[in-house]
């Protein structure tokens, strides 16, 4: 049954092919894949690469750990069903200062063949945000 997960180590194959499978369609969820790529992306293929990539990761959570510039501590959910990872999501602890304005959430609904799509509501371009 699929669930979420903190990141886990023990994924790296089907990671690094969910991975290969975004690149591909030029899918890189804003700069995150692309900036995973530029730091991890020479060593993630090897257990010990991936496992300190894991860590990081995990560290973001962390209101002292490491992250990138701008960034506000986040924990990162894998979905995955048995040993299969089919995706992810990141939960911001808080918003950025400079991002209040810009504050949007996000819900997942199947549409009408069964597929799932991703919704946003609050900010559009051209219309003034949701308030809170």
Do not use: K
């Amino acid at each position: 049954m699929p669930q979420l997960i903190s990141p886990d180590p023990r994924f790296r194959v089907s990671f690094l092919e969910a991975v290969r499978e975004n690149v591909a369609e030029g899918e890189y969820f804003g700069d995150t894949l692309e900036r995973e790529l530029a730091v991890y992306g020479d060593n993630w293929q090897q257990p010990d690469g991936f496992a300190r990539y894991v860590a990081a990761v995990r560290e973001e959570e962390l209101e002292e750990g490491r992250r990138p510039e701008g960034f506000v501590p986040s924990s990162w959910f894998w979905y995955v069903d048995g040993d299969d990872y089919l995706g992810r999501i990141q939960i911001r602890h808080r918003f950025h200062p400079a991002s209040a304005r810009l504050r949007r959430s996000h819900r997942l609904r199947r549409t009408a063949d069964g597929a799932q799509t991703g919704v946003r509501h609050g900010h559009a371009p051209g219309r003034p945000a949701a308030r809170a």
